[in-house]
């Protein structure tokens, strides 16, 4: 499928299965330490959008929604622990699986898990100094999008990074190849190509989008949906 003839949101990644194998979720779980890694941008967009923010001696909050298996939660303490920075990181995630796969990992400074999702924050009325996630927007229809990012502005008091996928027949090939060692034995191959066609272009996404949201295309095939601190905030 390529990117003109549309995304396809009514296509179901397996993990989004209650019944899925759960030792084939887990092991997806486990390869997500790698791909994001790899793949997902964080280390820049760590250095570029979130360091900046952070303070020695001023503790920063951060909130990773959808934050499945906790990798990119607890990378990003890392990083800002290893810069000598102050910044508390919270993951949630509604499904159990994934929050006990997350917890099973052990305590690190400066990481904590939740069982929760945005709605239930906005109405208990929590507040982060930054709001990110990784890979959640290509799993929602756009109405659920919208209301992601009208909690997302809700709930962040300075900065919202939600890093996607960008659909394109390339990025379809790619990891059709990339992920074939990887795809007995886990989900990673279906669910990535499921995930690629569930995605937004760039197109798409601009047009969706509310005014004072930009949407920045980066490499590999990515999308990082944006809103807050800097000067690069578009005015639509």
Request: net charge neutral; hydrophobic share 40%; no cysteine.
């Amino acid at each position: 499928m390529s990117a003109a003839t549309g995304r396809a949101p009514d296509l179901r990644e397996l993990m989004d299965d209650p019944d899925v194998d759960l030792d084939r979720l887990e092991r997806t779980y486990a390869h997500f330490r790698v791909v994001n890694a790899v793949l997902a941008g964080w280390r820049s967009l760590y250095r570029r959008e979130i360091r900046p923010l952070l303070d020695r001696h001023r503790t920063t909050t951060l909130l990773d929604v959808g934050s499945g298996g906790g990798d990119v939660t607890r990378r990003l303490a890392g990083w800002a622990r290893a810069d000598g920075l102050s910044l508390q990181v919270t993951g949630v995630d509604p499904d159990p699986r994934a929050h006990d796969w997350a917890e099973r990992a052990g305590e690190e400074p400066g990481v904590s898990f939740e069982q929760t999702d945005t709605t239930a924050l906005v109405r208990h009325g929590r507040r982060f100094d930054v709001v990110v996630s990784n890979h959640l927007l290509h799993h929602l229809r756009d109405e659920e999008v919208l209301a992601l990012l009208a909690d997302s502005t809700r709930l962040a008091g300075s900065l919202v990074l939600h890093n996607d996928l960008e659909r394109s027949t390339p990025a379809r090939l790619a990891w059709g190849v990339l992920a074939l060692p990887a795809a007995r034995r886990s989900l990673l191959r279906h669910d990535g190509m499921v995930s690629i066609r569930r995605s937004f272009t760039r197109e798409e996404l601009d047009a969706l989008v509310p005014d004072g949201w930009s949407v920045q295309r980066r490499v590999p095939s990515r999308l990082v949906l944006r809103h807050g601190a800097g000067e690069d905030v578009r005015a639509r």
